[in-house]
């Protein structure tokens, strides 16, 4: 449990700290508070802390500074504070605040006349009062989530003293970080050990940050391996978003997403928990480009996912619509895409044409493309039926399109 970076800036009595750079990331999680008192700090952190950089013990030039805010990044600090005045470091040099800046590190300036002990003791207590709070948000959470509480009644009057929003209808998000077993396999232990923490340490960091964007705040809640999210709303474009945002931050590792139905209500937690699962099982075993699968969307996939062999399944796929993958034209997958807006709809030519935002008159010659290509007829039921289950297994081998 922690304060942020920007809750911290926000703290009565510490007015006068200055955010220089890393703004994008004042989300941050600081776990606590170290005051640097060697040349570099990478064998004296372990990821979270805020480092206070005073200039006492040692000079602090150009180089060494951005030898810190660089070990820092490294090691997944939460930010650096650097104490400017007369005695020791007259000033920050640009080139820090914009190294700083680049690699995303909140970069707080603090005057020397604001003593260091005065500094600690405000957050130190801080810390301890906004852990008491955030433990037990997170704690209802986790109840909610495992169906494990004495009273629901008493479980709502707890939230709604924390400020916990409880009556909106939410869906849940499970995450979970895939490629661990590889890391562990090509490095030495203590070093994928390394790794390892500080990927879920970025992931946590990025997930709150998201979060801190969305009107209601709410905590982010990790049980063992998982990552869950409880959203009022979730939009496709928005988590397929937020899953190529991650897997730019989290590389060599990868984070799969899975999106449950909605639970209209708290007591509903549990079984949207387990359909997220589900979900993020299908998107994981499936290895889909977007990282992402909608429980509303498994269907059958459910079944073709205990098929030990992907190849079969792949292969099903590319026997029903391989022939409508035009490679050498603009568009490849527009009769696919074409198809799949006919099996959306129900079969509903008028409805698919205004789907795809083109005329009736052209959906008609596709359609007949289509079953030339194919060989065989919409009419058909069984040809029907093998491209609406082929169809269900390209959306999830093909990055995510806009809706």
Request: net charge negative; aromatic share 4%.
């Amino acid at each position: 449990m922690s304060l942020s970076v920007e809750e911290i800036l926000r703290l009565p009595g510490l007015e006068s700290l200055v955010l220089r750079a890393g703004a994008r990331n004042v989300h941050r999680s600081v776990r606590w508070s170290y005051v640097a008192e060697n040349v570099g700090i990478a064998d004296w952190v372990m990821g979270g802390e805020l480092v206070f950089v005073t200039g006492i013990n040692h000079t602090r030039d150009e180089a060494n500074l951005l030898q810190l805010v660089r070990e820092g990044v490294a090691s997944g600090i939460a930010g650096i504070v650097i104490l400017t005045g007369d005695e020791f470091i007259q000033r920050i040099p640009p080139s820090v605040v914009r190294l700083a800046e680049a690699e995303g590190l909140p970069l707080i300036e603090q005057p020397y006349a604001l003593k260091m002990v005065i500094v600690t003791h405000l957050i130190g207590t801080a810390l301890v009062q906004m852990t008491q709070v955030k433990t037990s948000r997170r704690d209802i959470l986790g109840q909610l989530l495992s169906g494990d509480y004495p009273s629901l009644e008493i479980v709502r009057r707890r939230a709604q003293h924390l400020e916990l929003p409880l009556a909106t209808p939410r869906r849940l998000v499970a995450l979970r970080l895939s490629g661990v077993d590889t890391l562990f396999q090509q490095q030495e232990p203590e070093e994928a050990e390394r790794v390892l923490q500080l990927t879920r340490q970025r992931l946590l960091d990025h997930l709150e940050n998201w979060q801190q964007e969305r009107p209601e705040r709410l905590p982010v809640v990790i049980q063992g391996d998982l990552f869950v999210l409880l959203l009022a709303d979730a939009e496709r474009v928005e988590l397929h978003a937020l899953a190529a945002e991650l897997q730019q931050e989290l590389a060599p590792l990868r984070a799969y997403l899975g999106l449950s139905a909605r639970a209209e209500s708290c007591a509903e937690f549990p079984r949207a928990l387990l359909e997220a699962r589900q979900a993020l099982d299908v998107a994981e075993g499936m290895q889909a480009p977007g990282s992402f699968c909608d429980y509303r969307e498994l269907g059958v996939l459910r079944l073709l996912r205990a098929i030990p062999d992907r190849a079969v399944v792949e292969q099903f796929m590319k026997d029903t619509l391989g022939p409508l993958n035009e490679a050498g034209r603009k568009q490849p997958h527009l009769l696919i895409e074409t198809l799949d807006a006919l099996v959306q709809e129900g079969g509903n030519a008028l409805k698919a044409a205004q789907r795809l935002g083109i005329h009736r008159n052209t959906l008609n010659q596709r359609i007949a493309r289509i079953e030339a290509l194919s060989g065989q007829s919409l009419d058909d039921a069984q040809f029907r039926l093998n491209t609406s289950v082929a169809l269900l297994i390209w959306r999830m081998s093909n990055a995510p399109r806009h809706e």
